[in-house]
């Protein structure tokens, strides 16, 4: 495997080893009442599944144990076990060569990106890919393939007990993997945590739990435990018999995190198509890719010493810089006069005249501080000229915390990628737009179709930004000023929604109380748990 010296041998094994409360309930689940399975590991570092089948005395008919690493399958190989083989190799070659199918399969498969693969890896990954029907690309990680290839070595009734990213439930490139699953297992349970297993890297985990039973069900569950000891408590029982049918259509799994009721109005209402999508009425792209922020977007005071005011433009780059809907002229010099990054530089091309010192010299810094030999600015004829300079009709913001943020763009400010643009199509209502946005069901559908992450985080990319649904009604532009003045009050988002869910969604759309009910407790419930990553939460 091709390291890289910048980044740590254990993050390139993907060796966070698995805590013994995770292991020990994975294999209660997994052999709950079994004696003669046969067993697989794909990637056994150190070997806690083997050390734990040993310590608890589980009885079975083979074990075989898979890791890259010699001197982590040097310790796999010191644990005593009967019937046990360890090979000294990559899985992906395994999983390609080997005729032998198994029982069980399970681990904590590493966390590796395709840029980390060698060579030969890529294409045995891709080929695993292939056998499946599945297409890999390069933003595939490690542990897709680790799974995708465990479901080819499966028997008919197997199960599959994997540690897994929280990735699995969101992310795009995971969607086929996720598609794939459901088809090719009837029960699947997910477990969830409310803290981080694995604090130090930010990084949420789950339990992936699959079997197969040659029915022709597909049932999904999702359980959540606030901490590694409920996994002792928990009943296996309770995992035999999912109780949500899964929807093969589902974009994600976090839609899984939800009460039947709650997903069969989601459903209802996406399949009746009364409420239309955010991409009915505009378009979304990232914003302005400068190569470096820091370098890029200044304040006054670095206009002031360099004289760089020919080339300042007033911009927003930080969602603290936006306090409402409304991003107006007044706001934007609120925030110069607070020294804050309220300007981008835009340099002309070509080599400027040597009387602009000030602009030179600034230049020269970046030359020094190694601004031009980053990769957006490498590429470029003038490594300091900005592409893409489009001023947007509104903001959204592509890092959100309590709630997701639509803003009108009235300062007439460039972004950087930390916002997304929007440009609205013709015969939209911009204040209509902006205010249509604001009530809980558009929150509930950023919270499924974005992503979140360790630290209470909610990004979402433009493609699913133009999902959301979006209750348009050009009688909604009178709401504008109401939203942005209590926005600037600092009234709590729950006062807003109530004052908007009645004008916008009852009104507008006819939901009923229920209804109305139904979408605010689905974004409650996403919101919160994605917050409890951060320790807060709405109350």
């Known amino acids: 495997m091709q390291l890289i010296s910048q980044t740590s041998d254990k993050k390139l094994r993907g060796g966070f ?27 056994c570092g150190d070997g806690i599944f083997l050390k734990l089948i040993k310590k608890n005395e589980i009885e079975y008919n083979s074990i075989t144990a898979i890791e890259l690493n010699e001197n982590e399958a040097a310790k796999a190989e010191r644990i005593r076990l009967r019937n046990k083989k360890v090979y000294i190799s990559d899985f992906h070659t395994y999983c390609n060569k080997t005729e032998d199918r198994f029982d069980v399969i399970l681990g904590n498969p590493p966390y590796i ?24 690309s390069k933003l595939t990680n490690a542990w897709v393939s680790f799974v ?15 540690v897994l990213p929280a990735e699995i439930l969101q992310v795009s490139y995971a969607k086929q993997l996720r ?19 694995f604090p130090n890297i930010q990084q949420e985990v789950i339990i992936l739990l699959c079997e197969k039973d040659e029915s022709s069900e597909h049932r999904i569950d999702h359980i959540e435990v606030r901490h590694l000891s409920e996994l002792k408590s928990l009943d296996i029982l309770k995992l035999k018999s999912p109780t949500k049918k899964i929807d093969f259509n589902s974009n994600k799994w ?61 911009a927003v780059g930080r969602s603290v810089q936006v306090s409402s809907i409304i991003f107006s002229k007044q706001d934007w010099l609120k925030n110069r006069d607070k020294n804050a990054k309220a300007h981008l530089l835009v340099f002309p091309g070509k080599h400027l005249s040597t009387k602009r010192n000030g602009a030179n010299k600034y230049i020269s810094l970046g030359e020094e501080l190694g601004i031009h030999k980053g990769y957006k600015c490498e590429i470029r004829n003038d490594w300091f000229v900005v592409p893409s300079l489009k001023i947007s009709d509104a903001l959204f913001v592509r890092r959100n915390h309590l709630f997701p943020k639509l803003i009108i763009n009235e300062a007439k400010a460039y972004s950087t990628d930390t ?6 199509r013709l015969g939209t209502n911009i204040n209509a737009f902006i205010a249509s946005f604001y009530n809980s069901l558009s929150f509930a559908y950023s919270e499924i179709s974005g992503r979140s992450y360790g630290g209470g985080v909610l990004e979402l990319m433009p493609s699913e930004v133009e999902k959301i649904l979006l209750p348009y009604k050009k009688e909604n532009e009178t709401l504008v000023k109401e939203i942005d003045k209590m926005m600037r009050e600092q009234k709590n988002i729950e006062d807003i929604l109530k004052f908007t869910n009645n004008c916008i969604l009852k009104k507008g759309f006819g939901l009923s109380n229920r209804e109305i009910e139904l979408a605010h407790n689905i974004w409650k419930k996403l919101s919160n748990r994605r917050l409890m990553r951060n320790g807060n939460s709405f109350n």
């Open 17 to 43: 080893y698995t805590p013994e409360e995770i292991v020990e309930f994975i294999l209660r689940w997994s052999f709950n009442g079994s004696k003669t399975a046969d067993i697989l590991e794909p990637s």
């Open 419 to 424: 916002m997304h643009r929007i440009f609205l």
């Open 179 to 197: 598609k794939f699953i459901s088809l090719n297992f009837n029960k699947i349970n997910i477990i969830s945590f409310e803290k981080l297993v």
């Open 113 to 136: 990106r395709y840029q980390y693969f060698d060579k030969d890896q890529q294409l045995e990954a891709e080929r695993i890919f292939k056998n499946a029907g599945l297409v890999y």
């Open 148 to 162: 995708v290839g465990s479901c080819q070595l499966l028997r008919e009734r197997g199960k599959i007990g994997f």
């Open 254 to 314: 976090t839609f899984y995190f939800l009460e039947q009721e709650e997903i069969n109005f989601l459903d209802n209402i996406s399949k009746n198509k009364r409420i239309p999508i955010l991409g009915k009425y505009a378009e979304v792209e990232v914003g302005i890719t400068t190569g470096s922020n820091d370098f890029f977007t200044v304040p006054i005071s670095v206009v002031n010493e360099f004289g760089l005011h020919d080339y300042a433009k007033p």
